[in-house]
């Protein structure tokens, strides 16, 4: 994994001036977001997603979620309780503007030949499309940080983290701990471009 204990304090952090940044905040401000998702919504923490790239629907959907209490996460939760419709939909704007980091993941030459293989028969693809890119709602997977992925595809599949439509839970709950494996690292190391 690529995790260690000096990302945790980084995020923790991360956190701490994410609280700060929105609890002084007037309006949404994409660089208010900077602290936690990274420069231009390319995340440097592990733990966090990256929002450049993501479809505009994806990130306010996913906002939405948070606010509305659907999705909880500990500083996720606070950051969205006070958007409104229309600050969720600029901030999706914004972030599906912006030009996604090429991966700093290095997928491993087995993953790289099992992977797609697992993608088509656990309909990764159906979704978020052949490429990982996503589309409408379903959020942009190609990648996207390893350890974020990891931690949210074993909560899908322990059934402990919201699913708006069921079909992640659907998907995820056959996986066998290797498939989850495998696949996070082959989709982590995708060009997200």
Not at 104 to 114: G, K, R, Y
Not at 128 to 135: D, K, L, S, V
Request: charged share 15%; with cysteine; aromatic share 6%.
């Amino acid at each position: 994994m690529n995790g260690n204990s000096g990302n945790a304090g980084a995020a923790a952090w991360a956190a701490a001036l994410c609280f700060f940044a929105w609890g002084t905040a007037l309006a949404a401000d994409p660089q208010l977001c900077a602290a936690c998702h990274g420069p231009d919504g390319n995340s440097v923490i592990p733990a966090n997603p990256s929002l450049a790239g993501q479809p505009e629907q994806a990130i306010s959907t996913q906002l939405y979620q948070f606010r509305e209490g659907n999705r909880k996460d500990p500083q996720m939760s606070p950051m969205a309780a006070n958007l409104s419709n229309k600050e969720m939909n600029e901030l999706a704007a914004y972030f599906s503007k912006q030009k996604p980091a090429a991966p700093t993941h290095q997928t491993s030459p087995e993953n790289a030949a099992a992977g797609p293989k697992l993608a088509l028969q656990f309909n990764c693809v159906q979704c978020h499309g052949p490429a990982m890119r996503g589309q409408q709602h379903i959020p942009r997977i190609a990648g996207q940080q390893y350890d974020y992925l990891l931690a949210q595809l074993r909560k899908f599949k322990a059934r402990t983290r919201a699913d708006l439509d069921g079909n992640m839970t659907a998907a995820a709950e056959p996986l066998k701990d290797k498939d989850v494996e495998i696949l996070v690292d082959y989709i982590a190391g995708l060009n997200p471009q």
